[in-house]
């Protein structure tokens, strides 16, 4: 492949189209099988500090470490995808998430749930970046919509299980739960992934709809490019807001009134908070796959506006109306609908932008991310204790998600544009001067 854009379609064929759509289902269920390590644990947070009588803030570090070490491990878990493949890395993850949660149903200090949230991090990481590089690969033609269905298996994966985690909580107490669940998911991740495999060479081909830089970059050409700093800085922005309603909505529907309000749906009643979780798993969800589906048509830029704005836009009136049950209910659900496609379009922008051969470590370098807005979770409830209002927290971040939103257009688009051109004359000049040196193209 000698230019700029990869011009091959089709996706996949014969045998190699069934397996590769395979591959993205197996993904799915071990992403599903990590979700409830990040997203149930909302739940478990007023139970812990009515049993122990700890401070939300102490509580809320084992989150930040859990989501540190997931994000901060990335890149070396991207070297041992690339060494070891992906079924010894997801079943080492799912080892790893089991243990955590027993870890958290027998701790009774803070550095217990510490050290359960670490090795749920190392779990977390290992199946997240395996699965998210394994889509990137099987799905060249469709990295939008495959990256969004893997990450939407994360993102509405606790959506079947919120319910029965708070019944069991309410029921069996929190410990019961953390360790019966722990199990559960350990298990059926475990199974899975002997499953996944990685596509052979010339087994999957690129789309001629996109426009994808040709060139494969090493993780340190990669870094040395304005425009993946430029990807870093819109990712940071725009994770903080969704990784502070993670952590911190059960916290904020107490604080805000709303927590015990019975939702009457006439064919049910149930609680607000649990409500607004099931909801929210399931936006969370759909939003990967439909905005990643989106930019594969539109682009990502034109995706990012749409999404980062209406997410700030979100994020500002759950701050003014959120005091109001059913206001609480949906603006959280569009919070969270915009905020999941993160997941899906800055995956997918690495792997046009960058290349799938060094994507494990690129992209796993991107995601720290994520690691570095978790640093804003606890810094969230200083702010609030502090000003005693969510909304300074929440207009603070929807601030972030809309400069991000002006970024996309601004920045983002005609950066995008110069380094798809410039790696089509580098590749040029590499190819050329192997050709003068009698040797094989420098990328092919």
Same mark, same amino acid.
């Given at each position: 492949?000698?230019?700029?854009?990869?011009?091959?379609?089709?996706?996949?064929?014969?045998?190699?189209?069934?397996?590769?759509?395979?591959?993205?289902?197996?993904?799915?269920?071990?992403?599903? /099988?990590? %979700?409830? &390590? *990040?997203? $149930?644990? #909302?739940? +478990? =947070?007023?139970?812990?500090?009515?049993?122990?009588?700890? /401070?939300? %803030?102490? &509580? *809320?570090? $084992?989150? #930040?470490? +859990? =989501?540190?070490?997931?994000?901060?491990?990335?890149?070396?878990?991207?070297?041992? &995808?690339?060494?070891?493949?992906?079924?010894?890395?997801?079943?080492?993850?799912?080892?790893?998430?089991?243990?955590?949660?027993? &870890?958290?149903?027998?701790?009774?200090?803070?550095?217990?749930?510490?050290?359960?949230?670490?090795?749920?991090?190392?779990?977390?990481?290992?199946?997240?970046?395996?699965?998210?590089?394994?889509?990137?690969?099987?799905?060249?033609?469709?990295?939008?919509?495959?990256?969004?269905?893997?990450?939407?298996?994360?993102?509405?994966?606790?959506?079947?299980?919120?319910?029965?985690?708070?019944?069991?909580?309410?029921?069996?107490?929190?410990?019961?739960?953390?360790?019966?669940?722990?199990?559960?998911?350990?298990?059926?991740?475990?199974?899975?992934?002997?499953?996944?495999?990685?596509?052979?060479?010339?087994?999957?081909?690129?789309?001629?709809?996109?426009?994808?830089?040709?060139?494969?970059?090493?993780?340190?050409?990669?870094?040395?490019?304005?425009?993946?700093?430029?990807?870093?800085?819109?990712?940071?922005?725009?994770?903080?807001?969704?990784?502070?309603?993670?952590?911190?909505?059960?916290?904020?529907?107490?604080?805000?009134?709303?927590?015990?309000?019975?939702?009457?749906?006439?064919?049910?009643?149930?609680?607000?908070?649990?409500?607004?979780?099931?909801?929210?798993?399931?936006?969370?969800?759909?939003?990967?796959?439909?905005?990643?589906?989106?930019?594969?048509?539109?682009?990502?830029?034109?995706?990012?506006?749409?999404?980062?704005?209406?997410?700030?836009?979100?994020?500002?009136?759950?701050?003014?109306?959120?005091?109001?049950?059913?206001?609480?209910?949906?603006?959280?659900?569009?919070?969270?609908?915009?905020?999941?496609?993160?997941?899906?379009?800055?995956?997918?922008?690495?792997?046009?932008?960058?290349?799938?051969?060094?994507?494990?470590?690129?992209?796993?370098?991107?995601?720290?991310?994520?690691?570095?807005?978790?640093?804003?979770?606890?810094?969230?409830?200083?702010?609030?204790?502090?000003?005693?209002?969510?909304?300074?927290?929440?207009?603070?971040?929807?601030?972030?998600?809309?400069?991000?939103?002006?970024?996309?257009?601004?920045?983002?688009?005609?950066?995008?544009?110069?380094?798809?051109?410039?790696?089509?004359?580098?590749?040029?000049?590499?190819?050329?001067?192997?050709?003068?040196?009698?040797?094989?193209?420098?990328?092919?």
């Amino acid at each position: 492949m000698t230019t700029a854009t990869q011009q091959i379609s089709g996706g996949a064929s014969g045998t190699s189209n069934a397996t590769r759509w395979l591959q993205l289902v197996v993904g799915v269920v071990c992403m599903i /099988a990590t %979700a409830n &390590i *990040q997203y $149930a644990w #909302t739940l +478990f =947070v007023p139970e812990i500090q009515g049993t122990f009588g700890w /401070a939300r %803030a102490e &509580i *809320q570090i $084992a989150f #930040t470490i +859990f =989501v540190l070490v997931q994000t901060w491990l990335a890149p070396i878990e991207g070297y041992f &995808i690339d060494k070891l493949g992906p079924r010894l890395m997801v079943a080492f993850g799912a080892i790893f998430i089991g243990l955590a949660w027993v &870890i958290n149903s027998q701790a009774t200090t803070l550095m217990g749930f510490y050290v359960g949230a670490a090795l749920g991090g190392v779990g977390v990481g290992s199946i997240y970046a395996t699965c998210i590089n394994n889509a990137l690969k099987w799905f060249p033609d469709r990295r939008g919509l495959a990256v969004g269905l893997t990450a939407g298996g994360y993102g509405a994966g606790s959506a079947a299980t919120i319910l029965p985690i708070a019944a069991m909580i309410k029921t069996s107490g929190f410990q019961e739960t953390f360790l019966f669940f722990g199990i559960l998911q350990g298990s059926l991740a475990f199974l899975a992934a002997w499953f996944l495999r990685s596509p052979a060479k010339g087994e999957v081909s690129a789309s001629a709809k996109l426009v994808q830089a040709s060139r494969d970059y090493t993780l340190k050409e990669a870094l040395n490019t304005k425009l993946f700093w430029l990807m870093f800085f819109m990712f940071i922005c725009v994770v903080t807001g969704g990784m502070m309603a993670v952590a911190q909505l059960g916290v904020i529907a107490q604080d805000l009134g709303v927590k015990e309000f019975e939702v009457d749906m006439y064919f049910f009643v149930m609680a607000a908070l649990p409500l607004a979780l099931m909801l929210d798993r399931i936006m969370n969800g759909i939003s990967r796959p439909l905005f990643g589906w989106i930019s594969d048509n539109i682009g990502r830029e034109k995706t990012m506006v749409i999404a980062f704005t209406l997410e700030g836009f979100g994020i500002i009136a759950l701050g003014y109306f959120g005091h109001n049950p059913w206001a609480f209910l949906i603006l959280s659900g569009v919070v969270f609908l915009a905020w999941g496609e993160v997941y899906s379009l800055f995956s997918a922008l690495a792997g046009d932008a960058f290349g799938t051969k060094h994507i494990g470590k690129i992209y796993g370098v991107l995601y720290t991310a994520k690691g570095i807005g978790a640093l804003f979770v606890p810094v969230g409830n200083l702010m609030m204790e502090a000003t005693g209002t969510w909304s300074t927290v929440l207009y603070t971040v929807a601030c972030m998600d809309l400069t991000a939103a002006v970024l996309a257009v601004v920045a983002l688009r005609p950066t995008l544009k110069k380094h798809v051109a410039y790696s089509a004359d580098l590749l040029k000049k590499e190819n050329a001067a192997a050709a003068a040196n009698g040797g094989a193209p420098a990328h092919a």
